[in-house]
């Protein structure tokens, strides 16, 4: 499955959903600010990754996507 195949009320409640689960994740944790990714490269299911960035990660790490930081401190 992938975003675009979804009807357009189906794509607004699975993006409006994911955007809640970022509510809560900043509502306990109180990052600096939420990344959010959906992929579908090779999985037949729809899926997305929400990641809290916080301003005690590296410098170096700051513009980097999560996927691409070897370690956070």
Known sequence: ???YFLDVKKR???LFDISKVGDVINAVCNPMRINYSIYGN???FLYAH???RYEWEAKE???K???LV???I
């Open 42 to 44: 090779t999985d037949a």
């Open 70 to 72: 070897s370690t956070f």
């Open 1 to 3: 499955m992938v975003l």
């Open 12 to 14: 607004s409640d699975y």
């Open 65 to 67: 996507p999560v996927l």
């Open 50 to 52: 929400i990641f809290p």
């Open 61 to 63: 790490n700051i513009p």
